[in-house]
């Protein structure tokens, strides 16, 4: 448990070795008997002095148990930790967003399992929850009575559940199948109510947290998240394929679940990344288990040699679709030529091997350039464009790192065959970076608006000039103060699409603002036909998103904040960032370098808006 001037963080572990085996079993009797509504003599002998007035107050209004899972899911931070405010904020609700934020946060408190869907046991420990958080505390009425009473209920109202709205017929309720659910059912809506409720009117909880603290016992290790790797007289293990290898002894890997947060290839990019710069071994398993496809695809792959290239680690894996991988540093001499060539042979986003690459290249020991291969505009991935116009102008103007790019040509999917090359100079002096604050985002200047069209069905000039009407009439649509700001088109009609690719439109719209932000909308939309009503769609999601981004004060848009979350981590310094609410890039972002380094992130609310804050490390290119 640590301070930040009068800012206590909570930490499940830390809260559970103050109290004790012996603490913790009695708060579990306490908090039983407060939901008896009989707790008053209930807490003698359980040590809250040992903990300051600030943290009681709101710690024993919870479980220990339900403590851990508000660590998953409400953290902002994804840090494992929970700051005062944060808990405040869960507590009571402040300022906690719309009805669907609600019913999200509903959603994954109650899905005890992690999986993203609800499951019929998943779905009787909600029920029960519900039923335990509405009944009237003072009427003395056992818990485990009250359930009996109502089981035969529960369990038609379970059957029921699943026979209506398990629309996919997959024995687990769907996000959707959990939103047409709790539209329907009044006792969901009462709890979504009371989730809105101001202070004074919210007494616990239980309504919602019952389906975490009612779990049979205190999570273990496990749980939690595995602290230390498999050993073999005293050496960890890794595993390559049905082989179990030892690390060099001395070498005791950071373990990190690939299914955490976000699950996908942004723990493993920054993860890798860190690993590299740092000279720490990583294993991370479960790679990528938060994704239907999980596993490693041909851009993760690609990008991993990358980076240990650079760095001259070893990458242990399977190869594609590998479900473990390991990072041992310093195992090799770094790359000493001039270019690396990072090919995906497919159309795996160049974007994301600019991604976990540059960190490395810029502490490097030597100029490199990169020349990166795949697709420069595809789905699920910034498009290429976005690197250059928001992302690189960015870093340059935070950090004075001139990273220069040459569109050599574009690829779109499935064959991809685009490539970019970048030259990434070395930061100053080998660092360290300084620090920056974002919190300003001054007013708009105007708004530069990128056009991409690539099409062997189409002609070119004619699909082009129609996207252009159709921005242009979405900006004016828009209305103030979009509709006022000066507007400056540029075009690019791609000649790369050949037999085989999909036709492919992108639209970015970038507002800079006086303050020299750069906060974008875009649209991306791949169509082997390509209908006049697609074009249309395509101008439409990309201006919808500005206005959405230029909503709130926020300095940078969705995209940008992830990206930047490793360059606060690594600077010397507290930077600041104001952003949107935190995306789950994000805090996956948070999450892995608070694991690998010391550096320390607060995310406090700021009206509609949250300010990152994060103590850097100050990170130099080793001698």
Known sequence: MGNKGSRPVFDYNHCAQKLGPAGVSQYRAWFRSLLNGAAD?????????????????????????????????????????????????????????????????????????????????????????????????????????????????????????????????????SFNDWRRLAETDDLVVSVLDALAAPRNEFPTLASVAAAAILLPSPPSAADCSRATPRMRRGVPLYRVGSKVRTFPRGMTPVLIDGRTLEGGGQLVRNGAALACLMSVPVQIENVRGGRQKPGLQ??????????????????????????????????????????????????????????????????????????????????????????????????????????????????????????????????????????????????????????????????????SAQLVDDVLHELQRAGAPISHYPVEVETDLSTAAAAGYTSVVGVLAVAHTSEGCLICGSSL??????????????????????????????????????????FMALAEGTSSLRCRELTMHTRTGIFVCEKLTSARFRVIPDGSDFIIECDGIGWKTPE
């Open 525 to 566: 939309r791949e169509d082997k036909k390509m209908a006049p009503r697609a074009v249309a769609e395509a101008a439409r999601q990309a201006v919808a998103e500005l206005k959405t981004m230029l909503s709130t004060d926020a300095c940078v848009d969705d995209y940008l904040q992830d990206q930047l979350i490793l």
């Open 41 to 173: 003599d209930a807490t003698a002998g359980i040590p809250f002095d040992r903990f300051a007035a600030s943290e009681l107050d709101a710690f024993r209004a919870f479980g220990p148990n339900f403590l851990h899972r508000m660590c998953q899911v409400v953290n902002y931070s994804g840090s494992g930790t929970v700051q005062f405010d944060e808990f405040l904020c869960f507590a009571y609700v402040r300022d906690f967003g719309t009805r669907d934020d609600r019913l999200q946060l509903l959603f994954r408190v109650c899905d005890l399992k992690g999986g993203g869907k609800i499951g019929r046991k998943e779905l009787r420990k909600m029920r029960e929850a519900i039923l335990l958080g509405n009944r009237d505390a003072k009427s003395g009425t056992d818990a485990a009575a009250l359930l009996k009473r109502f089981d035969i209920l529960i369990d038609a109202w379970v059957t029921l559940a699943f026979t209506v709205f398990d629309t996919s017929n997959s024995t687990a309720l």
């Open 298 to 463: 041909a851009q993760h792959l690609t990008g991993l040699r990358l980076v240990t290239d650079l760095a001259g680690a070893h990458l242990v894996c399977d190869g594609l679709r590998a479900h473990t991988l390991s990072i041992i540093p310093q195992m090799k001499s770094p790359a000493d030529a001039n270019q690396i060539v990072a090919d995906c042979q497919t159309a795996g986003s160049i974007s994301l091997l600019l991604q976990v690459a540059l960190p490395v290249a810029m502490f490097g020991r030597q100029q490199v350039g990169l020349v990166l291969k795949g697709g420069s505009n595809v789905s699920m991935a910034p498009q290429w464009d976005y690197m250059a116009d928001v992302f690189l102008p960015t870093i340059r103007r935070l950090f004075d790192v001139h990273v220069r790019s040459s569109m050599v040509r574009r690829g779109f999917y499935p064959r991809g065959q685009g490539q970019v090359d970048v030259a990434v100079p070395l930061v100053g002096n080998g660092g360290p970076l300084k620090a920056f604050t974002m919190v300003k985002r001054g007013d708009v200047t105007k708004i530069a608006v990128r056009i991409i069209v690539s099409s062997v069905k189409h002609r070119l000039p004619d699909l």
